[in-house]
């Protein structure tokens, strides 16, 4: 059985920093490009970005490029975001996923997520 467990969440003020955590387990997780993934109350989910199966490709939604990096370690089967110069618009709750740029069912496997918020 597939499972993505993320941690790393909190509140934090804008343009402070978090990163975001997310540990795999019931596949190959070297074979596997994987995705983040957010989504704001009310709102649908929104692609954030993904990185590819060993590391080399990474892609990023415009309105995080600059800010957060995407990464990996396959021989600890996690994948991380690290989220700088976090903005109020970057609340919600972040999702890890397998899969490459993608942002709703079309993510084979989704984790339960974790909670980011950016305020005063």
């Known amino acids: 059985e597939v499972q993505l467990v993320e941690s790393g969440g909190g509140l934090v003020q804008p343009g402070g920093s978090l990163r975001l955590s997310c540990a795999a387990s019931g596949f190959i997780f070297s074979t596997s490009a994987m995705t983040w993934v957010r989504q704001a109350q009310g709102k649908g989910l929104e692609w954030v970005s993904s990185i590819s199966r060993g590391g080399s490709t990474r892609i990023y939604a415009d309105s995080v490029k600059g800010r957060f990096t995407i990464d990996r370690d396959n021989a600890k089967n996690t994948l991380y975001l690290q989220m700088n110069s976090l903005e109020t618009g970057d609340t919600g709750v972040y999702y890890c996923?397998?899969?490459?740029?993608?942002?709703?069912?079309?993510?084979?496997?989704r984790g339960q997520g974790t909670q980011v918020t950016v305020s005063i």
């Open positions: 996923a397998t899969g490459w740029h993608c942002s709703g069912a079309d993510c084979p496997h």
